[in-house]
């Protein structure tokens, strides 16, 4: 069965410290992650995913995610946290099952605070 | 950009009434998605919809059902809404199953009293 495991709830962090949200996964096959940032009352924001290739992901809002095959993690980490930062962090692991080819499976999320 | 509408971001119902949540999307996407999200337990999914008139059970289709007669829309229906079944239910779209990324709307908030 696909799963992914967020094992902390909350992770806080001073403006200007780095942060790592953390994102462990169980696929059977190669994964496609994801991860996903909500702030709040709106919907979730594509960050940035991982398919095939470098390990080290960058994207959206100078994040970036590594890929650790041996660990079967996907943390999310960026090395100097803003305020604005501060929001609900969703991991994802991509299906590879017969006819639920391509849905997602989320975590249960992180909540980062950054403060001033 | 991608556009994913919800029409309705906060709706207040009674127990035992039938509740009707649209989702329309404007770029031709294939594939949509209705989501609940509670605090602590993450997204799970309710249904999806791979095309038109095509629909496929998640992990928590009690008590729901959707509807696909456009490609543009999936409607979620609850057809007698429980209390609970308040939640945050966010829909969303994405254009191909390889690339897996999902574009969401943003959320409607069921209250049921």
């Known amino acids: 069965a696909q799963s992914v495991a967020q094992p902390e709830d909350q992770v806080n962090v001073a403006e200007g410290n780095p942060l790592t949200v953390k994102c462990t996964y169980s696929v059977s096959g190669n994964p496609y992650l994801f991860w996903y940032v909500q702030y709040p009352n709106r919907g979730l924001q594509f960050l940035l995913k991982y398919i095939t290739g470098d390990n080290l992901v960058k994207g959206s809002y100078g994040f970036e995610a590594e890929f650790n095959k041996s660990q079967t993690s996907f943390h999310l980490k960026k090395p100097s946290a803003l305020v604005s930062d501060s929001a609900l962090y969703f991991c994802?692991?991509?299906?590879?099952?017969?006819?639920?080819?391509?849905?997602?499976?989320f975590g249960r999320g992180t909540q980062l605070t950054v403060w001033p | 950009d991608v556009k994913v509408t919800q029409s309705s971001r906060y709706l207040v119902k009674r127990t035992g009434e039938k509740v009707f949540l649209e989702c329309v999307q404007d770029?031709?996407?294939?594939?949509m998605f209705w989501y609940r999200q509670d605090p602590g337990l993450g997204l799970r999914l309710i249904y999806f919809?791979?095309?038109?008139?095509?629909?496929e059970k998640g992990d928590i289709p009690e008590g729901y059902s959707v509807s696909r007669e456009k490609k543009e829309r999936f409607s979620l229906i609850l057809e007698s809404a429980s209390t609970n079944q308040t939640s945050m239910y966010l829909c969303?779209?994405?254009?191909?199953?390889?690339?897996?990324?999902?574009?969401f709307g943003e959320g409607s908030r069921l209250t049921v009293l």
């Open positions: 770029m031709d996407h294939e594939n």
């Open positions: 994802a692991v991509r299906d590879y099952r017969g006819s639920t080819l391509g849905r997602l499976y």
């Open positions: 969303a779209s994405s254009p191909s199953l390889n690339t897996g990324e999902l574009f």
């Open positions: 919809s791979y095309d038109v008139k095509m629909k």
